[in-house]
Every structure is written in C-alpha cells, then in structure tokens.
C-alpha cells in the first residue's frame, strides 16, 4: 500500500501537512466562514460549520470559534492600564542604553506615552553661507542685523 498522501485536488483548501496526517490548514477565508455562519446562526452546531467550510475536525472550528469571537480588548487595554508605570520606568532605564536602536525606541515610547507628537514642534537646523568679501559684500551681514535688532528699541518706544 503506498504511503504518500493524495494529490491535493481542491483549490479552497490547501494540501495537507505531513506533520498532522489528516488535518489541514485552515485558510483566513474558512475562518472568517466560521465566525460568520456562527454569528448569523448561533444555534449552528460545529459539525454543522465544519461540514460546511471544509474543515474535518470539530476540535478546529471550536478552536478558531474560541480565538476569532473573543473580543479581549477591554481586558487589554485594563491590563496595560495597571502595568503603566512600570512599563514606563523600564523604558526610562532603556533610554540610557548603549545601542542608539534601543535607546532612541525607548525615547519614542516614552514621547508616545506622554501624548506628545513627535514634530510637533518644527525646528530647521541647517548651515547658511554668505558669499562675499569684505570690500564686496553679497548684502548686509545677518549676523549683524540680528545683534542689532536685538539692542535697537522699537518704533513705539522710542517715540514715547
């Protein structure tokens, strides 16, 4: 008797593995199947669901019913809430790490934790070069005209 498996044949379900003789993967698709005929019958047994999306085991569709309709956002979203603080604290430690990867991903957590923005604040940082001499300057210096703006008083003072 010959030992290797049939040929897959069927396009909706993949081939089967060697490692769970007799079992296939479940696609997205057959999952997403599962919730749906499950949702809109609740009273669907998972035989019935099984025989319908393809799958051969009822285990696997109590398994992906179990996984796909369990909404644990709110358990989630409870339980970062507790762990903030500490989680926060071994982020501070992080930023101090020798490998810039960590401690700049660190800094970023903690920036996002702390409801900032990150660009928020627009700040240009760049080189300016003034091409000129001393006997033909390329215009007035802006060095000195922001020395000079900073000392001079304003119109409206000094004609108080």
């Known amino acids: 008797m010959d030992s290797t498996p049939p040929e897959h ?4 379900n993949p081939p089967e593995t060697l490692s769970t003789p007799g079992y296939s993967r479940v696609s997205p698709a057959q999952a997403t199947e599962m919730v749906r005929l499950k ?11 099984a025989a319908a999306v393809g799958v051969k085991s009822v285990s696997t569709v109590s398994y992906w019913l179990r996984e796909l309709d369990n909404d ?10 507790t762990q903030a603080l500490r989680a926060t604290m071994q982020l501070a430690d992080q930023i101090d ?7 700049q991903g660190a800094a970023k957590a903690i920036t996002a934790l702390a409801g900032v ?26 060095f000195e005209i922001m020395v000079n703006s900073a000392s001079r008083p304003t119109d409206v003072e000094s004609t108080t």
């Open 9 to 12: 044949t069927n396009p909706t």
């Open 39 to 49: 949702r809109i019958n609740p009273k669907i047994t998972y035989e019935q669901i």
């Open 72 to 81: 644990t956002v709110h358990e989630a979203r409870k339980f970062v809430k």
């Open 97 to 103: 790490d020798a490998d810039p990867r960590v401690s």
């Open 117 to 142: 923005q990150e660009g928020s604040a627009q700040v240009q940082v760049g080189v300016r070069v003034v091409v000129g001499s001393v006997g033909q300057p390329a215009g007035p210096d802006p």
